[in-house]
């Protein structure tokens, strides 16, 4: 049986309907699910994803297979299997990476994805460019996730690639995009609140009110 099969069998004999259907409902009924709590699921596929790490080797055909399945916790096992490929990961690879980003979008993967890509940026100058050419897709999706790709960097954090991505977007009325914003700047005010002020403090007038309350919550 391959890995594929194998993890729907999984899955399946763990599922829950009745925590499948408030799971469902919570993702406005966009997608079907199986009911698996994440640490749940984690564990579930822990061993499978330990076989691949021995060899270093990603099986995009097997990811490929779970990110069409119509489950979304089969997404989001790409998502878990990718982070822990960070250190594999390169930026070769985020072609394949923004082929998964564009298909069934919507906030759970996509806010994992910006930290698959925001790691390979870590080691990879190359993908500052792409994020500022990210910043100003027409996919808003493409352009959260280069709003939010350096969270969690503190001191690395590249501010005046993130003032120009974060620049590009205002004037946006897309919620996603907004709450983006918000979440970014938030994220770096722990480390800088003084670079966070000062960056509402001139650009104030072209935030949108959720991205100014979003990015002032620790101010």
Not at 112 to 129: A, H, Q, Y
Not at 162 to 188: M, P, Q, T
Request: glycine share 4%; charged share 35%; net charge neutral.
């Amino acid at each position: 049986m391959d890995k594929y099969k194998r993890i729907k069998v999984i899955f399946e004999q763990n599922s829950d309907s009745e925590k499948a259907a408030a799971m469902a409902k919570y993702m406005r009924d966009l997608f079907e699910f199986y009911g698996i709590p994440t640490p749940l699921r984690r564990r579930l596929a822990k061993d499978l994803i330990k076989e691949d790490l021995k060899g270093r080797d990603i099986d995009w055909e097997f990811l490929d297979k779970c990110y069409m399945d119509s489950h979304r916790e089969l997404q989001y096992l790409v998502c878990d299997y990718l982070s822990a490929f960070g250190g594999v990961l390169t930026y070769e690879h985020i072609p394949m990476v923004k082929k998964y980003i564009k298909i069934k979008p919507w906030w759970d993967t996509v806010d994992s994805f910006d930290m698959i890509v925001g790691n390979i940026g870590l080691t990879d100058p190359r993908v500052d460019k792409l994020m500022l050419d990210w910043s100003t897709d027409e996919d808003f999706w493409l352009r959260r996730i280069a709003i939010d790709h350096q969270l969690c960097r503190r001191e690395k954090t590249n501010t005046g690639l993130l003032e120009e991505i974060i620049v590009n977007n205002l004037g946006s009325r897309e919620f996603f995009i907004n709450k983006a914003i918000g979440w970014s700047l938030r994220d770096y005010s722990k480390t800088s609140p003084e670079w966070v002020r000062s960056f509402i403090g001139k650009y104030s007038d072209r935030m949108d009110k959720l991205s100014i309350r979003e990015a002032s919550r620790y101010l």
